[in-house]
């Protein structure tokens, strides 16, 4: 399933019938990532279904704007439950969209399906939880909240008849904590998180992504030999890089050794190659081959 970001697809690659979590804090590009891999699915037989949970109607009038705009709304459905609207219809939307999913699943055919987002879902659910005196647990969350989503999540699958459902769930995080009782609950029933982070966000990275938190752990499984390999290249390099950035920037360049300078340019090219903003996808193949500029030093930024 490329979502046609370069740095997902190389290093955090979601297979179809996967459940991909996206994490972070407010405003920090969750819903732009799950925006762009349903642009990019643009003729190639994948129905589309955005659950839009809590959302302000304004946001998500937004998102269907831009979906017509690329003209996505050919295999797309949104299916939506504002903020405004009462908290039961919050709580069945996504339900409502995985039986969609479902729906076109078993006629052979591939469904991405994005939960936007799951933390008011699971707000929804305990407001319901506590006008039925149910008992409260932890922050006032009745007992069964992992339930909640763990039977939502787990009917993300490849089926026998052919089809598949992906899901990208969405939850949101404050101050970055993914510590938190949903966010931890979450990341223990998917098969992986790609994380946002703020302070990443602030310096201009786009996407803001956290490398070092983030994983798939489908991996290379769902790449082609060529990718897989390059991938776990670049990865290393971007992780070295990233944890002796802030001890070099400090230092005198000249006295580095020219191997060291080295490393550090071509971990100052890799995260400059990796910027990438909004309805700008890139294909597998162009992924290959800027990879390899990159790491070659061919590579300049435009």
């Known amino acids: 399933?490329?979502?046609?970001?370069?740095?997902?697809?190389?290093?955090?690659?979601?297979?179809?019938?996967?459940?991909?979590?996206?994490i972070g804090d407010r405003q920090t590009g969750k819903t732009s990532i799950a925006t762009d891999t349903i642009l990019n699915q643009k003729g190639k037989g994948v129905i589309c279904i955005y659950v839009a949970i809590g959302q302000k109607a304004s946001s998500v009038a937004k998102i269907v704007n831009t979906l017509e705009k690329y003209d996505a709304m050919d295999y797309s459905i949104v299916l939506s439950s504002t903020?405004?609207?009462?908290?039961?219809?919050?709580?069945?939307?996504?339900?409502?969209?995985?039986?969609?999913?479902?729906?076109?699943?078993?006629?052979g055919k591939d469904v991405l399906i994005v939960y936007d987002d799951l933390s008011k879902h699971a707000v929804a659910y305990r407001a319901i939880s506590l006008l039925l005196e149910r008992s409260p647990g932890r922050e006032a969350y009745p007992g069964d909240v992992f339930y909640l989503h763990s039977r939502l999540l787990e009917r993300g699958c490849q089926h026998l008849c052919g089809g598949s459902v992906t899901i990208l769930p969405i939850v949101e995080t404050r101050g970055g904590d993914i510590t938190g009782y949903i966010p931890t609950n979450i990341i223990s029933i998917t098969d992986g998180q790609i994380v946002l982070s703020k302070k990443n966000f602030d310096k201009g990275q786009k996407p803001a992504i956290h490398y070092g938190l983030s994983v798939s752990r489908l991996g290379g499984a769902v790449q082609t030999a060529d990718m897989k390999k390059l991938g776990a290249v670049v990865r290393r390099e971007l992780l070295t890089y990233l944890e002796t950035r802030e001890v070099y920037e400090m230092a005198n360049m000249d006295e580095m050794s020219k191997e060291m300078r080295a490393r550090l340019m071509r971990g100052a090219r890799i995260v400059e190659g990796l910027t990438q903003y909004k309805y700008q996808a890139i294909s597998s193949e162009n992924c290959i081959q800027k990879f390899k500029a990159i790491m070659e030093g061919d590579y300049e930024h435009s």
Not at 1 to 22: A, H, N, V
Not at 83 to 100: D, K, N, R, V
């Open 1 to 22: 399933m490329e979502t046609g970001i370069l740095s997902i697809d190389s290093m955090f690659p979601i297979g179809r019938g996967q459940r991909e979590l996206i």
């Open 83 to 107: 903020a405004s609207e009462p908290a039961s219809l919050q709580y069945i939307a996504p339900y409502a969209g995985t039986a969609l999913a479902e729906y076109f699943m078993h006629q």
